[in-house]
């Protein structure tokens, strides 16, 4: 029996750059670090599961990334499509972008039913409010229940 659900995490921990797998397709988008207004970092997806076990994670989006480029500081909002497969309760993506170049990379691992512990990475160029961003990066852990 297939079945979904959805899980959203808030922001634990400022986090180390962490390895990534299977490519996927992004897209994102910057806003000035005010912009947030108390909102935290955070990620939503979907978990499809099969006998009681997850097998694939989609949807993948994470909100308010805390960047720092060369021209400041800003917040990414970016998503992961596609299907992120899972093998041995770890999953991986990364996904880039040819114009402005880009990538993100996420990582997780079910440590539980239900709760998945990981990291979200970005770096690159972004188009921003004003233009583009350069030389961006920002890095978060999370924690999904």
Request: glycine share 12%.
């Given at each position: 029996m297939n079945r979904s659900i959805l899980l959203g995490a808030a922001l634990a921990a400022l986090a180390l750059p962490g390895a990534a797998g299977a490519g996927a397709s992004a897209g994102a988008s910057?806003?000035?670090a005010s912009a947030a207004k108390g909102e935290p970092f955070s990620v939503r997806f979907t978990v499809v599961s099969e006998g009681g076990k997850p097998v694939i994670v989609k949807r993948f989006r994470f909100y308010n990334l805390p960047i720092t480029c060369d021209q400041g500081d800003f917040l990414l909002n970016s998503r992961i499509g596609g299907q992120i497969p899972v093998e041995d309760k770890h999953f991986a993506a990364t996904a880039t972008h040819d114009d402005p170049p880009s990538e993100a990379r996420?990582?997780?691992?079910?440590v539980s039913p239900g709760k998945v512990k990981g990291r979200v990475k970005a770096t690159g160029t972004y188009a921003g409010p004003s233009g583009d961003v350069t030389n961006c990066t920002g890095s978060r852990r999370y924690t999904a229940t």
């Open positions: 910057v806003n000035a996420l990582t997780g691992r079910f």
